[in-house]
Each structure stands twice: as C-alpha cells, then as structure tokens.
C-alpha cells in the first residue's frame, strides 16, 4: 500500500508543476520528471495462430522484472508477442486505463485494485474461474471477486501483510517475548516494560507513530477495527450506506497506546521518519507497518532487516493472534475479444503463477508473497513477507476492508479526523461522529 | 487598437492563439464543467447550481478559505516591509551592496516544493534541537500544530519571494531623481521625513506592482503548502488551491472541484483588480 501513496505523490507533484506553470508564476518552475512509464501496444497482426497480448497495470515497481518474465514466456511461446504497459499507480494508472478502453485500444490483460475500480470495468472482466490459477488461489483469496454464481473476476497479484513490527534486540534486552503477547493487556504491559528501560535500552520512545500519514491510522489501523463490522468483506464496505465503529473503543485504546508511547511531535512524524530514521536506526522498538517496509530496512541495514525485525499482530479481543492481510492488486482479462486472445491471457496468468519457471520469478524477482498453492517448498524473499505468508497460510488473517471506503475517504475525512483527535482539536466521540458523517457524505 | 495592418495581427497570432487555447478555452470549459456531473472523462447531465450550494456546507473549503486569507494578509505586509527594507538596504552606500543583492534574491531561484522539504527540515529537525540545546519550548514541536503551521508557511513565503520583491522596488528607488533627495537634504529633511515625504510617495506604482504580485501569489500557493505541511496537521493548513485539488483527484469529484476554483478564480480576481484600481488611484506622476 506504501507504493500507493508514493506514486499519489508524485502524480500531485507533477500537477503542482503543472499548476505553477499555469499561472505564469513569477517562481521557477521545478523540474520533475513523470513516474509513468508508458508505452503503445502495438498490433503485430500476425497470421494463423499467432496472439498478441496487451497488458496494462499498475503496479510499475517490478515492470523491469515483469518484462523479464515476458520475454521468457515469449522464447517458450514464439506464437505469442507480449506488449507491457506499466503504469505508476493509483488514480493515475486509472484514468489511463479508462482512456484506452474509451479510445478502443483496450489492453487484453489489466489489474485493477479494489471494488471501486472493479465496478467501473465489471463489463470488460472476463470469467477466469476455468483457470488453473483460480484453482490454486488459497483460502479466501478469491472470496471478493467471486460473484453468486461462482464466476471469478480477477486474479490476486500476491499478499501483502502489516503488524507491528519489532526489534528483536530491544525486546530481548528488555526480557520480553514477543511470541507471548497475544493481548492487549500483554501488549500495553510489554510497552510499560520498555517504556520504564528506555536509557538502559539506549532507545527514545517504544513506538513511533506516523501522526502525518493518514493512511497508517485511518487505513491500517482503523481497519482492525473496523473488519467484523463488514463481516471482513471489502465489497460490503463498498455498498454500505454507513459506520458504527462498533469497537471504536477498542480502537481509542490502540491508537492512545501508540500516540501516548511515540516519539514526539506525533503529527508531523512521517513515513520515511518513523521506519527509516527511528525504526531501522533501532531508537524505537515497535512501528506499525507491512512487510513493503523490508526494502527499505534492508537498505538502510542488511544485517539488522535479515535477522533483527519480526512481526505481530495488532491485538483485538476475541480475534487475537490474527494478522491483516489483502490483496494491493487483481489482474481482469479482457472479455470484449476473441476466444483465442483470451484463453492466451488465462494460459499466461496461470504458466506466471504455476509453472516452475514463473513461480521461481514470483518470489524471487517480483519478491511477492505468493496467494496461491504450491509454494510451500520455497524460500520466501524475506522474513516479514515469511510471516505474512505463514498467516496466510493458517487462515488466521483479518480482511482488509480498507479499499471498499469511500473515495478519498482517508485523505480528507478520516485522517485529518484522527489527527485532529491526536492533536485535541476533537474528542474522542467528535472524532466519530464527524468520520461516520463524512462517510455518509462521500457515499 | 490603432494599427489595423496585416503585420500588426501576423504578430500578435501566436499569442492570441495560444492564450486562448491554454488560458481564456479552460477557463470557460471549467465555468461549463462546473453546472454538470462531469466526472473528468465524460458527463451526463447539467445539474445547475447543486455544486455552488453544496460549497456553502463545506466547512473544509470554508476553513482553508479564511486560513488562506489570513495568510494572504500576513505575507503580502511581511513581504512588503521586507522587500521594501532590503531594497532601501541594498541601494544605500554599503559597500557589499551587490553581493547582498544576489543573496537576497537566490531563494527565489529555488523551487517551491524543494524549498517546502528543505523547511521542513529546518523546522522539524534544525528547530526541535535548537530548542534541545537552548531549552527553549517554543521551537520545539513545530508543524504539529496548526499555528506552527500557519507561521512556518509565512516564513517560508516571505524567505522566498522577498528578495523578488526587492528587485522591483530597487528598480523604483532608483528611478527617484537625485536632485529631489539632494534638495531634501539642503532643507535638512530628516532621514524620515525624506522617506515619508519623497520616496513613498514617489514608489508608489512600486507599491501597485508589488501588491498585485504578492497578493495573486499569496492567495494562490500551492507547492510549498504541499511540500511543507501538506495541509497538516488534520488539514488545518491546508490552502484553497490544495483543497481544489485534493476534492478534484484525491476525491475524484472533478466537477465539485471545478465549482470549488471558479469561486476561488472569482474571488482573486476580485480582490486583485480592486487592488490594482484603488492603488493606481494613489499613484503619482513626476
């Protein structure tokens, strides 16, 4: 998700140019260069069985790795020519790909990310429950692109995972498990321990919480919360009319917890400072973030991200020891084409995500933590994305609902919300109010 | 509109083209796009003045309106004095008067979103251990707050764009003829006196410029809000420009966004012209 929000960036980066320049301003105008990386799909009309596949997407991190995987696929498939178009993420990578399909030059292969998007494309998504893939998707993996009558609309990119995440050393230090915090009476008991040995420890605070990412509160965390009360089904979230933050409580306490033991000023803690500075220089002992943080850690510290950082889950009464974990990505094969085409985008898909060659580049290359069987014998890239797996693996999740929210609800109702909470601008039950009346209105 | 030849509209094509196609054609298709349920590709009906009337519940649209003006007023005096003090600084008789020069007007060189992050850094990081090493409460915390917020946007507007303003008003001071300050002086007007009776007076079209300049800029910031506090802290110094945006891409309602900039466009327009006019008035001719 952490990807999301980075391209979102640089999507109002660019418009920020863009309005600067508009304006004849008397300042310069900074140079910035777009994050998108687009290409024309171009028809090689070949004759007898010759297919070509245009695929769209959005996730432009592994496109240099993807277009590997393409190539390998093409030398064992002469008869098939792959066009990739990577698009950098969120509204932008959207509103290309509804300008292509409205130009009619609809890519045959496109990911789509959520309930809103799938609805808008729901027309275009071929059925892919004949797949080998769909067969081999894990438990529940499926549940939100299953339609009544069992047809299957889109095929999970991969895992990803979020918890807090830990320092082993500084737990060790301290003289706690972190296997044994399952409640939140361990987990607050657990904080109070480090937070009473914080010079011993040589660290700052226990926890640093992003005050100014809405996304970490508003998306993240709330979603814990949140899950049971939409029967942990994002499309339910999509159609709800409203939200009663049955376990509001139980969230104030979480979020107290985090704020009340964070390093300070809250608020204006950012992404980059909380896992970059704080976390990976070992200052605090616990972040909550997902296993997208690995990169990062292992960048700053190869040796501490290899063996030093483990993950929990966020504790929630009743549904203790159970790890968030969804689904960024789905990939939707054109249906407005020829038989032909389509069963070369499923036979595609499926050699990606089954056959040995593919798996090899899926958790290797793509470094994604796989949502389909037979991966049991292979080494996952790196320890948080294990744990995410072994979650998944269990069964013991929690959905994420996140994506089913309004649109924009996190950005500009939500989040400032919570801030304003953080910030005492709002109590606790204003907070609530306020967040369930923006709901209400985006809805 | 005297010369009527064919050479005189040959040469003023280009521009008229242009600025119709970039400036006046999107400034009326956003008036139109604005009245329907336009959705940034397509729309489908015209649903009249819903949007203007749904502005007017829009607390946050009317929070970042007065943050917006509070701030437009605070910078355009601050940037005045300022610009106006190092102009009078700079063409005075030091002798490091031109290399003062350059360095006032170097951070207006700088791009407003770098500028943003590398204030970001002063004030977060360099602030927060001053206020560590000094003890000093009040440097430390800042951008968690919505004033901290409100003044770090201030100071770093007015570390920009002062020296531009300088610029202008040296242009003006130097343009005073001499012989009126030299027969100020044989009177034996005092330092202010000389100021208050000359040289205000007689930049006064300086003042017009520079009003018209830091106002419309002012009003309509955007990249170092975004780089420096990015509305935060719970979008309390969040600027209309940003609001626009945020409610047209983040939002995804484009055309509620498009209604949101045509009252904005009206209301700097407003203000702007009615500067210019009321400080045209006060100007003086030599």
Redesign the interface.
Known sequence: MSTRHYF?KG???L???G??A??G????????DGGTDTGTDNDNGGNGDDVSLAIMQGKVEFNAQFNELAEMYMDENPNVSIEITSVGGG?DYF?QL??RF?AGDEPDIFSVAGPNEMEQMADYMADLSDTDAAGAALDGMLDTVTDDDGSISALPYNIEGYGFIYNREIFEEAGIDPEAISTYEDLEEAVQTIDSQLDELDIQAVFALP??EGWVMGDHLANVFLAHEFNEDVNEAYNAETLEFERGDEFQRMLDLQADYSM?????LDYSQQVEEYFSLGQVAIIQQGNWVYPTLEQMDPEFAENGVGMMPIPLDGHEGQLPVGIPNYWAVNDNNDDATVQAAKDFLDWMYLSDEGKEFVINEFNFIPAYEGYEDMEIGDPLSQVVYDYSQSGETIGWIFNGYP??YT??EFG?????Y??G?MTWDEMIDNSIAGWES?Q | MRNKELSFWLFITPVVLSLSL??ILPVFLGFFYSFTDWN??TFNQFIGFTHYRRLLDDN?FRQSLWFTFRFAFVSIIVLNVIGLSLAMLVTSQLKSRNILRTIFFMP???????LGFIWQFIF?RVFSALGDFTGIQGL??????PATGFWGLVILTVW??AG?IMIIYIAYLQGIPKSLIESANIDGASPFQKFKYIIFPLIAPGFTVSMF?TLS?SF?I??QN?SLT???????TQMV?MNI???A?????MAYGQSKAVIFFIIVATFSLSQVYYSKKREVDL
């Open positions: 979102y999507i109002v980066l418009s920020a140019a309005l600067l508009a304006c301003n008397e300042g310069d105008i900074p140079g910035t509204t509103t509804t300008t409205g005050g100014a300070e000023p809250v608020l204006s649109t924009g950005n500009n400032p919300n919570l801030q304003a953080l910030g601008e985006l | 970039v400036v940034g590709l946050q207006n060189l700088i791009g407003g979103l770098i977060i430390m915390g800042w951008l968690s707050t920009q764009q531009y300049l800029s309509k955007y990249d975004l990015g509305g935060g802290p719970y979008n309390s420009a945006v945020d409610t891409f983040s939002s995804n309602q």
